[in-house]
């Protein structure tokens, strides 16, 4: 693998699915990359690099299945991944909690992670669980700045069906050793929500 193949694997792991980044295995940036897939497409003059068929991307406790992953490199360094399909049709991520005894794992048919905006998007069939709180929805952005994520149901789906609603289940703050979590009214459009 070139030395330019090698370097963008390593700042991609350190930020790509950085959902929770906060909070993520702080020793996993330390571990080796190991990266397999049936075939690898490098061209160095769009900085593009596709890696297809079955990839499987660890770094410590980091795990990143999907069909496709296409890394992208802008002129200033800044990385967008792209996974697409995979198992059941989905991209998924698993990745420890930094000192804890808890995991984050993701999926949707297609999840990127923008370095520069250091925001990630889970798109179709989305589900995010960090410990034991977990949104699912048909998009999911989570801001790794603001630490905060919203979730959308399917655009123009019919009211009251199932893709006209997203589904959360986020634990009192009290089981985390906080103060008690609000509950918005029904029908209300609470703000977005803030993963632990």
Do not use: W
């Not at 593009?48 to 069909?67: C, D, K, M, P």
């Not at 069906?161 to 985390?176: D, F, G, L, Y």
């Amino acid at each position: 693998m070139n030395t330019s193949v090698r370097t963008l694997i390593s700042i991609l792991v350190c930020g790509f699915f950085a959902v929770g980044a906060a909070h993520a295995e702080r020793a996993d940036r330390d571990k080796p990359v190991n990266l397999d897939a049936a075939k690898v497409t490098v061209d160095d003059i769009k900085r593009t690099h596709v890696f297809e068929g079955n990839v499987v991307l660890t770094q410590g406790t980091l795990v990143i299945r999907s069909a496709k992953l296409v890394v992208t490199q802008d002129a200033e360094g800044f990385q967008k991944g792209v996974a697409t399909g995979g198992a059941d049709g989905l991209a998924r991520f698993r990745q420890k909690r930094d000192g804890k005894d808890e995991y984050m794992d993701g999926e949707g048919e297609r999840i990127e992670y923008d370095s520069r905006s250091e925001k990630a998007e889970f798109f179709r069939r989305a589900y995010v669980k960090s410990g034991m709180d977990e949104v699912r929805g048909d998009y999911i952005i989570y801001d790794g700045i603001t630490e905060q994520y919203q979730v959308t149901s399917v655009p123009g789906a019919k009211p009251g069906s199932e893709q006209s609603r997203v589904h959360a289940v986020i634990q009192p703050k009290s089981a985390k050793k906080g103060p008690a979590a609000e509950t918005p009214a029904a029908g209300s459009n609470p703000p977005a929500a803030k993963l632990p």
